[in-house]
């Protein structure tokens, strides 16, 4: 997953490296990550998952945003830069907008697992949304088609929510009233 092993770039070279790319790049403290391009499947479960949010969204504060859409992940206390391409971020807090990516911490981030980056998005950015405190996390598994959600408890920890694979049906803590029927979108 990562472009080079034991080797960290600054970000301004970080900054260039993706103006001369057309592949999804993620930087943290100084590692870049590529992503693979999605599947069909992937873009399917995106669009239906993207567009059941954006309708219950509609007239309340949070706006849902899919990728490629930068998120600089920022909080009091935590140094180094981190910049993330999440498949789907619901965005509550609407002071951290920029004309090009939103920095602070989304509520909710969906991640869409590929084969060639499970171990990235099921390791590595569970725990950074977990140090950064993304309320909930969700991770679609197309393979297997199944969600599980995780919630952030009274210990700053990530703990499973709800899992489901192939039916039912799966509701979000963070938004209130949201519920998914995996059928919905498999």
């Not at 999804?24 to 399917?44: A, C, F, N, W």
């Not at 391409?85 to 951290?96: N, Q, R, T, W």
Request: glycine share 4%; aromatic share 8%; proline share 3%.
């Amino acid at each position: 997953m990562a472009l080079a092993k034991n080797i960290s770039i600054s970000l301004d070279e970080f900054l260039k490296m993706r103006e001369e790319s057309d592949s999804i790049l993620e930087y943290i403290d100084g590692v870049v990550y590529m992503s693979p391009s999605p599947s069909t499947k992937h873009q399917r479960i995106s669009s239906r998952l993207q567009i059941k949010m954006g309708i219950y969204l509609e007239g309340k504060t949070c706006e849902v945003f899919s990728a490629p859409y930068d998120i600089e992940l920022k909080k009091d206390k935590l140094d180094g830069t981190k910049i993330v391409v999440p498949d789907l971020s619901i965005i509550c807090d609407k002071s951290g907008f920029t004309e090009t990516k939103y920095i602070g911490v989304p509520s909710l981030i969906v991640e869409i697992l590929s084969q060639s980056n499970q171990s990235h998005d099921l390791i590595t950015k569970l725990n950074l949304y977990m140090k950064y405190g993304v309320q909930e996390y969700w991770i679609i598994n197309p393979m297997l088609e199944s969600v599980t959600i995780y919630t952030l408890n009274d210990d700053a920890m990530y703990e499973q929510l709800d899992m489901k694979t192939s039916i039912g049906v799966v509701k979000s803590k963070v938004l209130e009233g949201f519920t998914l029927d995996l059928k919905e979108i498999f």
